[in-house]
């Protein structure tokens, strides 16, 4: 089993940044992609960013150019810097861990952009 704790949500201006950061701690494999989600009301969860073990990267094209990915794999941590957000932005982010068939998810972390 695999565990995954999420920080860094919480309210900002539009314009402004936050950083997520996901804990994953349990027996996680060599080879795996971590990730982030985010699903806004009334929406379907959506792809954000995710990152692999070798460091490539997948973005949504929204968020290209705002947002950026990475990861200590010593830490099991991976991170989203999200810069210049807007209110369109405003979700719940889900962190998520997928391994050889599993896939794992966090319990979501709040982002709310508004002035």
């Known amino acids: 089993q695999v565990q995954l704790v999420e920080s860094g949500g919480g309210l900002v201006q539009p314009g402004g940044s936050l950083r997520l950061s996901c804990a994953a701690s349990?027996?996680?494999?060599?080879?795996?992609?971590m990730g982030w989600y985010r699903q806004a009301p009334g929406k379907q969860r959506e792809l954000v960013a995710a990152?692999?073990?070798?460091?490539?990267?997948n973005f949504a094209d929204s968020v290209k150019g705002r947002f950026t990915i990475s990861r200590d794999s010593a830490k099991s941590t991976v991170y989203l810097q999200m810069n210049n957000l807007k209110p369109e932005d405003t979700a719940v982010y889900y962190c998520?861990?997928?391994?050889?068939?599993?896939?794992?998810w966090g319990q979501g972390t709040q982002v709310t952009v508004s002035s």
């Open positions: 998520n861990l997928r391994q050889s068939v599993s896939n794992y």
């Open positions: 349990g027996s996680i494999f060599r080879f795996n992609v």
């Open positions: 990152i692999t073990n070798g460091g490539d990267t």
